[in-house]
C-alpha cells in the first residue's frame, strides 16, 4: 500500500510554454499532498501544500501564478508550471500522507519528474 | 524558521562497517523524525520513521535515535552492503499539516 505515481517520468519544452505534472495517490486516498523541488546535488525544498477541494498554500517565496495547483480529488493533484523559463528545470517530487499501519501520517513520495526548458 | 542540520554531507564505509548520520533541529514542537533513502534519479523512499515519544527505533540492519532535549537524531546503518550507497535525507515535521523540512543529503558510499 501507499504507492504515488507521478506522470510524466520527464518532459523537455521551450521557453514560454505550460506543463502540467500528475500525482496519484494509487491506493489511498489523500487530501493533502505536498509539491517539492529538487536542484541537482541538492536537497528537497517544499513549494506547496496541496488541498483537496480548497486552495492550495504557498510556501514563502513560491509564485502561486507561476506555479498552479489543483487538487481535483482525493487521488489526483497536479502542478502546472506556466511559461516555464530554464530556470524552472528541475526535478519536481510530489508526496502525499498515508496513515497505516506506522501511526500517525507519514508521507510516501512519487518517482519525480525532470522537467527541463529549453 | 524551521531548520534541519545534516552531517557528514559525503560518508564513505568499508562493506561490513557501520555508517551514521546525524542530524539537527531547530523546532522544539517537532514531533516526527523521517529518513529517506534516495537513488539517483528517483523519488524518496522511506526506510525508518520516529516519533517524539520514543528514543530508538530498529529495523533489521537500520536503527534510528532521537534526543529531545538536544533536539537531534541519528540514522545508525550496520553491516553496509554495496547496496545501501545512496543519498540519505533526514526530515523533521513543522508546523501544521504534516509538513517536512529536510537536511541537505548525506551521499552515503559503500565500498566492496
Known amino acids: 500500500g501507499a504507492v504515488v505515481s507521478q506522470h510524466p517520468s520527464r518532459v523537455i519544452c521551450k521557453s514560454g510554454t505550460s506543463v502540467k505534472i500528475e500525482c496519484r495517490s494509487l491506493d489511498f486516498q489523500a487530501t493533502t499532498m505536498f509539491w517539492y523541488r529538487q536542484f541537482p546535488k541538492q536537497s528537497l525544498m517544499l513549494m506547496a501544500t496541496s488541498n483537496e477541494g480548497s486552495k492550495a498554500t504557498y510556501e514563502q517565496g513560491v509564485e502561486k501564478d507561476k506555479f498552479l495547483i489543483n487538487h481535483a480529488s482525493l487521488t489526483l493533484s497536479t502542478l502546472t508550471v506556466t511559461s516555464a523559463h530554464p530556470e524552472d528545470s528541475s526535478f519536481y517530487i510530489c508526496s502525499a500522507p498515508f496513515s497505516g499501519t506506522r501511526g500517525g501520517d507519514t508521507q510516501y513520495f512519487g518517482p519525480g519528474t525532470r522537467l527541463t526548458v529549453l | ?112
Open chain 2, 1 to 112: 524558521g524551521e531548520n534541519v542540520e545534516q552531517h557528514p554531507s559525503t560518508l564513505s564505509v568499508q562493506e561490513g562497517d557501520s555508517a551514521v548520520i546525524k542530524c539537527t533541529y531547530s523546532d522544539s514542537a517537532s514531533n516526527y523524525f523521517p529518513w529517506y533513502k534516495q537513488e539517483l534519479g528517483k523519488g524518496p523512499q522511506l526506510i525508518i520513521d520516529i516519533r517524539s515519544n520514543v528514543g530508538e527505533k530498529k529495523d533489521q540492519r537500520i536503527a534510528v535515535t532521537l534526543n529531545k532535549t538536544a533536539k537531534h537524531f541519528s540514522l545508525h546503518i550496520t553491516e553496509t552492503q554495496p547496496e545501501d550507497s545512496a543519498v540519505y535525507f533526514c526530515a523533521a515535521s513543522f508546523g501544521r499539516g504534516n509538513k517536512l523540512v529536510f537536511g541537505a543529503g548525506t551521499i552515503l558510499r559503500v565500498k566492496s
